[in-house]
């Protein structure tokens, strides 16, 4: 779901800003298209154009590369999110209608850019692990937003628990991006999302 680049670590040149961000957004495609442990540093020298000596002034080794794509993809994927009004119903399903038809266009291949770095790196990089729970959260802490917007402007029940919400939306939108995955088809995705989105509106305090 990436709309937006992030933006380049200070303590840079113009071009080592420019000669970093080729690496990392080349290491990016290559780790989804292909994943961690099928990525090889030579591999993202050789598709990035730099040598052996520039991609080492950027990063120590490979887990430090892997956690500048983690950092990559948050950053790439909140920023796409911050262009959807999620303070009303009507923004919620405009965000559906993108996911769903992104997810779409890949022919649902690659899974979720964050979710899958998840599964790979969780249980053997602790501070990848880190990085990526961080990540989740700025992604949750978007949808948890909109939601507390829609309260504030009446349009959510008082009751409604924004937060719990907001949770519960990445969930099911994060296994609705896998069972697409493994299925080849949008059907669980769209499901997930409708779901959360008819749970919302039944929490709603009149039509927005």
Not at 131 to 141: I, M, P, S, Y
């Amino acid at each position: 779901m990436p709309t937006q680049p992030p933006a380049a670590p200070r303590g840079l040149t113009r071009k080592g800003q420019a000669t970093r961000e080729r690496i990392v957004a080349t290491a990016a495609d290559l780790i989804f298209e292909k994943g961690v442990d099928h990525t090889t540093i030579d591999d993202v020298r050789t598709a990035a154009n730099v040598s052996s000596s520039q991609l080492y002034h950027y990063f120590d080794d490979k887990p430090a590369l892997v956690r500048a794509v983690v950092e990559h993809q948050a950053d790439t994927i909140v920023g796409g999110q911050e262009q959807f009004d999620l303070s009303s119903l009507r923004g919620f399903r405009k965000w559906r209608e993108f996911v769903v038809s992104y997810e779409r266009s890949l022919n649902c291949r690659g899974g979720c850019p964050i979710g899958s770095l998840g599964g790979q790196l969780s249980e053997t990089d602790q501070d990848a692990r880190e990085t990526l729970a961080v990540g989740f959260k700025r992604w949750e802490q978007t949808i948890r937003t909109g939601l507390r917007s829609m309260q504030e402007l009446g349009r959510l029940r008082r009751q409604a628990d924004p937060d719990k919400l907001a949770l519960a939306t990445l969930a099911a939108l994060q296994g609705g991006l896998l069972l697409s995955q493994i299925e080849r088809n949008t059907r669980p995705l769209e499901a997930a999302l409708d779901a959360m989105i008819d749970l919302i509106e039944s929490q709603s305090a009149k039509r927005a």
